[in-house]
Nanobody, 115 residues
Framework: QVQLVESGGGLVQAGGSLRLSCAASTSISAINFMGWFRQAPGNQRELVAL???????NYPDSVRGRFTISRDTAKNTVYLEMNKLKPEDTAVYYC?????????WGQGTQVTVSS
């Protein structure tokens, strides 16, 4: 069982920045993939950043160059640095731990970007 707790969401003006944190209850070094997803009202949950155990990152075009995923293995924490935020980035952001055979989700943190 992996428990994930997100924090760092809030209200920010367009063009601003936020850093989300995802604290895991176990060592993240052994987790195959850590990812950040988001879900806006009426939309499906979508991937915004992925970090493999080996350090490879992946981003969709909508956030590439603006969002950065990173980790601190000593703190078992994954971060999502979000810059140049846009109103369309408004959503609940979720952290996910993918162990291939099982996946775990955090409870989500709200990010609201005002225009």
């Amino acid at each position: 069982q992996v428990q994930l707790v997100e924090s760092g969401g809030g209200l920010v003006q367009a063009g601003g920045s936020l850093r989300l944190s995802c604290a895991a209850s176990t060592s993240i070094s052994a987790i195959n993939f850590m990812g950040w997803f988001r879900q806006a009202p009426g939309n499906q949950r979508e991937l915004v950043a992925l970090l493999s155990k080996g350090g490879t990152t992946n981003y969709p075009d909508s956030v590439r160059g603006r969002f950065t995923i990173s980790r601190d293995t000593a703190k078992n924490t994954v971060y999502l640095e979000m810059n140049k935020l846009k109103p369309e980035d408004t959503a609940v952001y979720y952290c996910k731990a993918d162990l291939i055979v099982r996946q775990f989700w955090g409870q989500g943190t709200q990010v609201t970007v005002s225009s």
